[in-house]
């Protein structure tokens, strides 16, 4: 139903993006927020989907068209939830999920949460010789330099929106400890290194 959301993105929260367009403000479920951070006050476009729920309706939104694309995708493997698919696009690129199913590499799609052996062999059956990816934009995680010396609300702010991705209080401990000790200079920064801490 929408293609795409085009204005002015008005706030970053864990699990969503707000962007005002013509004063109506757009609610956008994402698989990592902060990646949009560079883009904060400014006019962005987003790559979005609409799901109908019983209870809900809700808007997911990408940074490119393959991202969106790979979403789709994984949705329709029985046991994928929205959530789950954006779990696995909030660290791996379309390609990367494309290579795994392509080489049945079950141990890469179970370092998801929510992904077990069983699910992951679902979406290998699925989607093997199906997906199709064109050559993937170059737009990745962005970053957005701080002259902020205080990494603790960066490292909160990344723990809540690794959380709502389903990642549980055990696995952010272990995330938490790391980045106390790394030198981050934003959210997206400390989401990324998160992401790379559960996933590796």
Do not use: C, W
């Not at 949705?75 to 959530?83: E, L």
């Not at 929106?161 to 990642?167: H, N, Q, S, V």
């Amino acid at each position: 139903m929408y293609a795409y959301i085009k204005g002015q993105l008005t706030q970053l929260f864990p699990t969503h993006v707000v962007v005002d367009v013509n004063g109506v403000g757009y609610e956008i479920q994402t698989p990592n927020s902060y990646r949009f951070q560079k883009y904060l006050d400014n006019e962005v476009q987003i790559y979005t989907s609409l799901i109908v729920r019983e209870d809900a309706q809700l808007l997911y939104g990408f940074i490119n068209e393959e991202e969106k694309d790979m979403f789709l995708s994984l949705i329709k493997v029985t046991g994928i939830g929205p959530k789950s698919a954006l779990a696995i696009l909030a660290t791996s690129t379309p390609n990367e999920v494309k290579q795994a199913i392509e080489n049945e590499n079950d141990t890469y799609l179970t370092k998801f949460p929510g992904i077990g052996k069983k699910t992951a062999r679902q979406i290998v059956l699925d989607l093997k010789g199906k997906v199709q990816i064109t050559e993937e934009n170059s737009e990745t995680l962005l970053n957005i330099t701080s002259n902020s010396t205080d990494n603790e609300p960066m490292i909160k702010e990344a723990m809540l929106a690794l959380e709502a991705l389903g990642y549980s209080k055990r696995e952010l401990s272990k995330v938490e400890k790391v980045l106390k000790q790394s030198n981050i200079n934003s959210v997206d920064e400390a989401v990324k290194i998160g992401l790379q801490t559960l996933v590796s």
